[in-house]
């Protein structure tokens, strides 16, 4: 297993990538033609987003000690504004444990319990990033 630690100035960091995602939050009306049909999945591969736009959004990156990387992301869906948090090594292979989310979730200021839905994702041959949605505000049916 690799050690994973977020130094004092690291969480500072990852809070200010995460006010900055929530600025600018991507609309459901471009989210929605870039997901995978399956959300049912823990696991999403490179075959199953093959025929998906990519689309733009704004993702904030920063990096952990120790090589992982997290990308953070502001999402309007239908039921809820969503922060995205996914975390990834460049090293094939190498996944984050479940327990170093946990951490990443909760230097960030939220609780476990706010995390709607968790599962990996292949981003390139071999490759897996974790990622984790967090509520941040419910919304009513319809809304989006």
Known sequence: MTV?????????????????ARMHPTPW??????IAADQESQTVTLADRKNLPTIEKWIENIELPL???????????????????????????RVPSPEAMMMLVDAIGYDWRDVGRTWLEEFDPGHMAANCLIILEERAAGHA
Do not use: D
């Open 4 to 20: 994973f630690y977020l130094p004092s100035e690291t969480i500072v960091a990852l809070r200010t990538a995460v006010a900055n």
């Open 29 to 34: 009306e471009k989210l929605k033609v870039a």
């Open 67 to 93: 090589g992982w990387r997290v990308a953070i992301s502001c999402e309007e869906q239908p039921a809820a504004l969503l922060l995205h948090l996914s975390m990834s090594s460049p090293v094939k292979g």
